[in-house]
């Protein structure tokens, strides 16, 4: 089975600190995302990267940089987490092409900015 | 840009009762279209796609959606709902020029009375 791992189920940080998500997948994906869900809002992009180093901005990039050193592992950063960045953080993965098939996702990261 | 709207919030049906969420995308070229499922404390995972051919398809658990393209629809249908379909339920996009890029509309939340 597919697997995406997100590092943290449950995160609580305070405004203006520095904050890492992390992500990994163990299918050799060539696609990885970072979204936000919030209640009424469904998920939103924030970052993808369609290769190693690669990075393409979402709708949502704002106080949000990403990195993808290597295929497995993508990373969100929050430079200065704000109360505004209170939301559920989902990672994904795909393959690669034309269609793009189908994602797959972890099981999100709960992040509280106090 | 993409986007995507589901303008069904939340649905309330009885079991056995029939159901259609809508979902219309805007844009004017050749797109993908996917409808993803939550089940609750579950991860979001495909229910069904369309790429091309018959516009209409069937996905897991009895869902069928219906691609219109003069409508720009894509809605999801089950003719009769069994309790374990409470969920919430997401249409998502993506184009040909851009296949890595997969939009989300704001989910619809399923509730069905046993």
């Known amino acids: 089975d597919v697997k995406v791992t997100q590092s943290s189920r449950y995160l609580v940080k305070r405004t203006g600190e520095k904050v890492f998500l992390e992500c990994v997948q163990d299918?050799?994906?060539?696609?990885m995302f970072w979204y936000r869900q919030d209640p009424g809002l469904g998920l939103r992009l924030i970052y993808f990267?369609?290769?190693?180093?690669?990075?393409e901005k979402g709708d949502i990039p704002e106080g949000y940089s990403v990195s993808r050193e290597k295929k497995e592992r993508f990373s969100l950063i929050l430079e200065s987490a704000s109360t505004n960045q209170t939301s559920m953080y989902l990672c994904?993965?795909?393959?690669?092409?034309?269609?793009?098939?189908?994602?797959?996702f972890g099981s999100g990261t709960q992040l509280s900015v106090l | 840009a993409q986007s995507v709207s589901q303008h069904n919030h939340h649905v309330i049906l009885s079991e056995a009762a029939s159901l259609e969420l809508g979902c219309n995308y805007s844009?004017?070229?050749?797109?993908?279209l996917f409808w993803y499922v939550q089940y609750p404390g579950q991860h979001l995972q495909l229910l069904l796609k369309?790429?091309?051919?018959?516009?209409l398809v069937k996905g897991i658990k009895g869902f069928e959606a219906e691609f219109i393209k003069s409508k720009f629809s894509f809605n999801l249908r089950k003719p009769s709902v069994q309790w374990s379909d409470t969920a919430e339920y997401f249409c998502?996009?993506?184009?040909?020029?851009?296949?890595?890029?997969?939009?989300f509309g704001s989910g619809t939340r399923l509730s069905i009375r046993p």
């Open positions: 369309y790429f091309s051919g018959d516009p």
């Open positions: 994904a993965s795909s393959f690669a092409g034309p269609t793009n098939e189908k994602l797959f």
């Open positions: 990267s369609y290769d190693v180093k690669m990075k």
């Open positions: 299918m050799d994906h060539e696609n």
């Open positions: 844009y004017g070229g050749t797109v993908n």
């Open positions: 998502a996009v993506n184009t040909y020029s851009s296949a890595s890029k997969i939009i």
